[in-house]
């Protein structure tokens, strides 16, 4: 029996009632530069990823919704990929910079996620991760509402993603505002 995927369902709707946030934090935090290759990973209809379309001469969205990105082929000038963040479908040391929003509580391995994640990223690039804090309590209440509505949901600690970027060439720092966690992470050329 197939799995019912709440994101095919809600895609058709996903940005009338889900608000993308202020992009400034997102923009400072991933410094993409100039000419830089960006993959959303997890990035749904691309609400997110349609924010940088000034700043980046190639987007990329990956997603395991066919319905999600349906939507994000609506706003032009994004290249979209249907696949799971734990087999990517990218040479290694693709991409410039990544950034996975509001998405790595829904995947279904997120260590080899972020495994696949480093493995794409080229030397010198960046990773940002926005999840929300599950440290605060109105995640803590979100989380279970998830578990309620049979999401597959598993919140993860920006700690615990910060820890799993143990290579010696990751600098890695955590910030938080509100309730909302971005765990940075940076490749430095060897």
Not at 66 to 71: D, E, F
């Amino acid at each position: 029996m197939k799995h019912f995927n709440h994101f095919d369902f809600l895609a058709p709707f996903y940005d009338r009632y889900i608000k993308p946030s202020d992009p400034s934090r997102l923009r400072s935090l991933i410094e993409l530069p100039d000419s830089g290759t960006l993959l959303d990973a997890g990035g749904g209809t691309g609400r997110i990823a349609y924010q940088f379309k000034d700043i980046s001469n190639r987007i990329v969205i990956a997603d395991s919704s066919m319905g999600m990105l349906a939507q994000a082929v609506k706003k032009g000038n994004i290249n979209s990929v249907c696949s799971k963040s734990e087999e990517l479908p990218f040479e290694t040391k693709s991409f410039d910079r990544i950034i996975m929003v509001d998405a790595l509580h829904h995947v279904n391995d997120f260590k080899t996620s972020l495994s696949e994640l480093w493995r794409i990223l080229k030397p010198g690039g960046r990773i940002v991760i926005e999840e929300p804090d599950i440290q605060t309590l109105p995640v803590k209440i979100m989380a279970i509402i998830e578990k309620l509505a049979l999401m597959r949901s598993h919140f993860i600690s920006a700690k615990k993603i910060r820890d799993s970027f143990s290579y010696t060439n990751a600098d890695v720092r955590i910030e938080r505002e509100n309730t909302t966690a971005w765990i940075v992470i940076s490749k430095q050329s060897k």
